[in-house]
């Protein structure tokens, strides 16, 4: 029988068991991360697709979501504490990479129940149905921050009487930066809630890696 022709959840079970034989120490837990927040944050809508532990687009990404077959890329880096990626020194680990599934299924949700691809978009954090999922979410959660549209606007420069630039701003005042939108959830949370990650995962992966 074709994939296509499964439900939800015999494509679950079967995406889970395959990334069991690729990533045998963390393909389960990926699809378990990824089952949990489905249910938690999207009422379970979200259909599974691949979820793939590799280099994302040039390694700059900790995660990309391909919208043409559904695919999730996942940094391998990610859960290396003592990698230098990023610049995050220490702070790789579990939590992180559960915001950075959270945040590559957003952008799967917006694609899966709106239609909407990057190339329409233009901007990947900068438009509306990204704003609205990050409130929705951010509520949920308890996360606090409000997100809006970010603008151009004209803005006189700190420390000058009359030099203006060109700055992007949000919308609605106090709201999220272009920085903080793109880093959700992460730009959200404490760095302690990071270091405090259990590495008893952590520590079984790295020497087969």
């Known amino acids: 029988m074709l994939i296509r ?17 690729y990533n045998p120490h963390v393909g389960s837990w990926t699809y378990d991360v990824w089952q949990a927040l489905n249910q938690k944050c999207f009422n379970g809508e979200l259909k599974v697709g691949p979820i793939e532990w590799g280099l994302t687009n040039h390694g700059r990404a900790a995660g990309y ?7 999730i890329t996942l940094h391998k ?11 995050c020194f220490g702070l790789l680990g579990e939590r992180l990479t559960e915001g950075v599934i959270l945040h590559e299924m957003v952008h799967q949700k917006i694609y899966q129940k709106l239609g909407i691809t990057s190339f329409e978009k233009g901007e990947c954090h900068n438009f ?3 704003c609205d999922e990050v409130n929705r ?5 308890g996360f606090e921050g409000r997100a809006s549209i970010i603008k151009p606007q ?20 106090g709201a999220l ?15 302690d809630y990071y270091r405090e990650s259990p590495n008893e995962l952590i520590k079984k992966i790295m020497d087969d890696w």
């Open 154 to 173: 004209k803005v006189k420069e700190k420390g000058t009487r009359s030099k203006i630039v060109i700055m992007m701003v949000p919308v609605e005042e």
């Open 5 to 21: 022709n499964y439900n939800e959840s015999k494509k679950f079970k079967l995406f889970r068991e395959m990334s069991e034989l």
């Open 65 to 71: 979501f391909t919208e043409e077959i559904n695919k």
């Open 137 to 141: 979410i951010n509520l949920l959660l």
């Open 177 to 191: 930066t272009l920085k903080q939108l793109t880093n959700w959830p992460h730009s959200l949370k404490l760095l």
């Open 77 to 87: 880096s990610l859960l290396k504490p003592h990698s230098t990626a990023w610049n």
């Open 128 to 130: 509306q149905p990204w």
